[in-house]
């Protein structure tokens, strides 16, 4: 069965960190470039970060300097390390895995929620 869960996710506050896993299961973790999206409700999905197979990285401008992905291959499990947590950081945060070829997404987490209190 293919199925990705989030976890790590909760009420920080300001300044704070969380770090968020994303658990794979069916064989689909490996080849695959890892992403981690986040939404507030009445706004689209947006791209957060972003790590292939091989390890490079990128990352939105909201992320860059506070946040850092990660992915551990053998134990089929990505990350997202957030640092210096910010109130407009507060959203549903969903991984995801792309399709063999790297253009759209093929899997989608159920989503962890991170509230960040002022």
């Known amino acids: 069965q293919v199925q990705l869960v989030e976890s790590g996710g909760g009420l920080v506050q300001a300044g704070g960190s969380l770090r968020l896993s994303c658990a794979a299961s069916?064989?689909?973790?490996?080849?695959?470039?890892l992403t981690w999206y986040r939404q507030v409700p009445g706004k689209e999905r947006e791209l957060v970060a972003g790590?292939?197979?091989?390890?490079?990285?990128d990352y939105a401008d909201c992320a860059k300097g506070r946040f850092t992905i990660s992915r551990d291959n053998a134990g089929e499990t990505g990350y997202l390390q957030m640092n210096n947590l910010k109130p407009e950081d507060t959203a549903v945060y969903y991984c995801?895995?792309?399709?063999?070829?790297?253009?759209?997404?093929?899997?989608w987490g159920q989503g962890t929620q991170v509230t960040v209190s002022s």
């Open positions: 995801a895995l792309r399709s063999l070829g790297g253009g759209s997404v093929a899997y």
């Open positions: 069916g064989s689909i973790f490996n080849m695959r470039t």
């Open positions: 790590i292939t197979s091989r390890g490079s990285t």
